[in-house]
């Protein structure tokens, strides 16, 4: 499922601007994927002399990246669109809608925004900067603003997103990310690994892989052997979780790795975990429990026992972080199967848990199954799942009571009785998991790592006091 961002945005109208260093302006909607894909596009104006407005009234143009994977995220990125359409005049379209097509064939961002400059699919960045060069020229002198080391991040500046592949190989029948974004399409792993070099070198404190399918890495290149630093690395997971653990510890960071699916191979992973050489947290989408709704699904290793699996993981690495996602209400689920989902998560005690109710997309072969699931009673099975889970959580997090943390800092928020400090443990991911929310004397300094005695818990987070390291 997808998750909206958004930067960059202002309601001031645009006036004329004196002739100046051409500005874009960018709206960011989407996926940690889309993400990479905005700053792909950002660094390379930005080493070809563009500034970046941080409003619409400072911008020349401006470049919406869209989401389009469920009616909301449709919803939000025209809305995006017309907005900035309204606020500045001059936008080009780029991301996962711009591949969408409208009931009659046509395009759905240019029969929606017909005054649009451009629209592009997915990962084109040539493509838009192509549009780009043509609606503003670039400046004559490429040395107005230098790249930073990392390139530009749309992130806080102590993580980074790093995606290792784009496109999917599966088909499942509720997802229509193939027919956006590809087939599989496995980066080079000296590609990733410099540019993980370059983010930790930049100061980047955690980076968190992504993917459509982070555990299909160079499946497409059948593994072969990539160059790094003059040695031959097999493009594969494994490998790639050991190098990128051995340039983390160098710069005193972490790695957390995102969209896991669970193949057998992924075992492999939890010996590192163990050693902390990348963070001890499984992001696995197993979306269901129920063979036969994982077959309705056509999810990859849906005849695996994914409970034994849990257990194996837990196994090998006790103290292992656990998220997921599950879909309630898919077209025929009963009411038995949906309570065999429930029994799983009892049994699992997965430690964060995400649930949607099914919600169709235009062009998904789940639309056509049988017995669709009355709205009311996805919403209702949602509700369950989540209540169950809240409990569930709020007994894993009683655990941490009496323990010292590791904590990255995010923020300083002001409460009623003075200013805490929100930071995350190994197990919470940004923007997805809880936060650990803390007090103490001394600096809180933001992107570094501090330790916390966990005084107490909710349902998702942490509550705790700094304590000097021993």
Known sequence: MTELRR??????????????????????????????????????LRAEGYQVSGDYEGADLVIVNTCGFIDEAVQESLDAIGEALAENGRV????????????????????????????????ATDEVLGHVHQALPRPHDPFVDLLPPGGIKLTPRHYAYLKISEGCNHRCSFCIIPSMRGDLVSRPIGDVLREAQAL????????????????????????RSGFVDGRPVRTRLLELAKE????????????????????????????????????????????????RVLKLMKRPASGERNIERVRAWRAIC???????????????????EFEYLLDFLQEAELDRVGCF?????????????PYPVPDELRAERRERLMALQSDISRRRLERYRGQT????????????????????????????????RFGGSGRLPIGDFVQVLITDSDDHDLLGERVDPA
């Open 7 to 44: 930067t960059t945005r202002s309601r001031a109208p645009r006036k004329a601007r004196p002739a100046q260093t051409p500005s874009v302006g960018f709206v960011s909607l989407g996926c940690p994927k889309a993400l990479v894909d905005s700053e792909r596009i950002l660094s390379q």
């Open 92 to 123: 080009i379209v780029t991301g996962c809608l711009g591949a969408r097509s409208a009931g009659d064939g046509s395009n759905l961002v240019m029969k929606t925004h017909p005054s649009v400059m451009a629209v592009t699919g997915p990962h």
């Open 200 to 223: 930790f070198s930049a100061g980047v404190k955690e980076l968190l892989v992504v993917s459509q399918d982070t555990s299909a890495y160079g499946v497409d290149v059948r593994y």
């Open 244 to 291: 990128l653990g051995a340039l983390a510890r160098a710069h005193g960071a972490w790695v957390r790795m995102h969209y896991v699916y669970p193949y057998p191979h992924v075992d492999d992973l939890l010996p590192l975990m163990a050693e902390h050489h990348v963070l001890p947290y499984l992001d696995v989408p197993f979306q269901h429990a129920h063979p």
């Open 318 to 336: 006790p103290e292992v972080t656990i998220r997921s996602t599950f879909i309630a209400g898919f077209p025929g689920e009963t009411e038995d």
């Open 357 to 369: 109710a099914y919600s169709p997309v235009e062009g998904a072969t789940a639309n056509g199954l």
């Open 405 to 436: 943390l590791h904590v990255l800092v995010d923020g300083i928020e002001e409460g009623e009785d003075g200013a805490y400090a929100v930071g995350r443990s190994q197990m919470d991911a940004p923007e997805i998991d809880g936060v650990v």
